[in-house]
Every structure is written in structure tokens, then in C-alpha cells.
């Protein structure tokens, strides 16, 4: 998939004549394979039924992005009928995000997320967690994020909170990140959590 955005963009270049007529082609495939992905991979980060579509609006004049103007709709659930990424919560549009940094091979070395588990749970969050450690292997990626399982798979584990005095940053390693994994597992720091919470680390080669 890594060649659907640039032909998505039309920035190929095409010697002769018919270079916005190939751009308008090769954006049509591309546009096929992408939706494609996306229905498969929506489902797996909790968007069940979720639909994707790339639209392309003919423009009046041919332009340097070819002849056509490219727009992504979603629509989260299968009741609702495809709108702009904007319409979309703060954590749909963060999942759909993380399905087309997956796909696409976008080349921007710094991907942040914030609520990308809103709602999600059980094994949806273990994909979800997943698709993260995969797509930092390729480039560097911060999340924001609640959930034990995403927590536990990342190469570095900080704590966010608020002060009187403002934010505070701390990071967090061996029992540290320990029991604040069985802290996100449970509320507490209960045997059976730290228990768990050393089980998930372990796993993952962080202890």
C-alpha cells in the first residue's frame, strides 16, 4: 500500500499528453485498494460496520494535483451515512488515522495519537496495541493512552499527571512501570494485578 498516496496526490510525472489522464487512473486503483484496506482494517480497531470512501471531485480545470480533488468520508457505524473526517470523535478519527498510517506507508517520522483507545477494551485493545508496536517499527509514535495493554508494549512508558503546580512528566521503568500497569489493569495495586501487570511486561521483554 505503500503507493496509494502518491497516486493518490497525482504527483507522478507521465512524458506525453496524457499525464492527468494516466494521474486519474492510477488515483482510481489506488482509490480502490485503500478503501479496500480500510474495511478490513476499521473492524479490528473497534469501528465494526464502519464504512470508508475516497471521493474524488472532478475540478473545473486541470490543476497541479491532477483533475480530480481527493477527499476521505467515513462513517463509524453502519446507521450513519459517510462524513468528512472531521465529523468524526476524537477517537474514531485517531483509529482511522492509525489504519491509514498503516497502509499508506506514510513517511512522517513522528505519529502522536491521543484517544485512540477511547472506548475500546478486551480484544480489541490487544489489536489495537498490536497495529502500535508494528507501526513503530517504522518510524516513532506517542500515545496517548488508558489502556494496560497499549502501555505495556511500548519501548518507553511515562506518567502523565496534573499538579498544583502544572504537568508533570515521569518516567517509569521496572517495578515503577510495574505498578502502574497493575494501577491501569485494576485501580489498584492489588497481588493479582501487580501479578498481571508483571505477566504483560514480561512478554514483551520490558522487565
Known amino acids: 500500500m505503500a503507493t496509494v498516496i502518491p497516486a493518490l496526490a497525482g504527483g507522478a510525472m507521465v512524458p506525453g499528453g496524457k499525464a492527468t489522464e494516466w494521474a486519474a487512473n ?4 489506488a482509490a480502490r485498494r485503500l478503501t479496500g484496506g480500510m ?16 471521493v474524488l471531485e472532478p475540478l473545473p480545470e486541470p490543476g497541479p494535483q491532477g483533475l480530480e480533488a481527493v477527499a476521505f468520508r467515513v462513517a463509524p ?4 451515512p459517510p462524513a468528512p ?18 497502509l499508506t506507508g506514510t513517511e512522517a ?11 475500546v477494551g478486551g480484544e480489541t485493545a490487544w489489536r489495537l496495541a498490536e497495529r502500535l508496536k508494528r507501526l513503530a517499527e517504522r518510524r516513532q509514535v506517542l500515545v496517548v493512552t488508558h ?12 506518567r502523565v499527571t496534573k499538579t498544583p503546580e ?10 515503577a512501570r ?26 514483551q521483554g520490558a522487565l
Open 85 to 102: 473526517l472531521e465529523a468524526l470523535s476524537g477517537g474514531e478519527l485517531s483509529r482511522v488515522a492509525l489504519a491509514l498510517a498503516l
Open 178 to 203: 510495574v505498578q502502574e500497569i497493575a494501577r491501569l489493569l485494576s485501580g489498584a495495586y492489588t497481588q493479582a494485578a501487580l501479578a498481571h501487570a508483571r505477566e504483560l511486561l514480561e512478554a
Open 77 to 80: 457505524n453502519p446507521n450513519l
Open 26 to 29: 492510477a488515483r482510481g486503483g
Open 39 to 54: 474495511v478490513r482494517e476499521l473492524p479490528a480497531l473497534g469501528l465494526a460496520g464502519a464504512r470508508f470512501a475516497v
Open 166 to 175: 502544572g504537568v508533570r512528566v515521569e518516567p517509569l521503568a521496572g517495578e
Open 147 to 158: 489502556l494496560p495493554q497499549v502501555a505495556a508494549v511500548a519501548q518507553r512508558h511515562f
Open 109 to 119: 517520522p513522528t505519529v502522536v495519537f491521543d484517544e485512540v483507545d477511547a472506548g
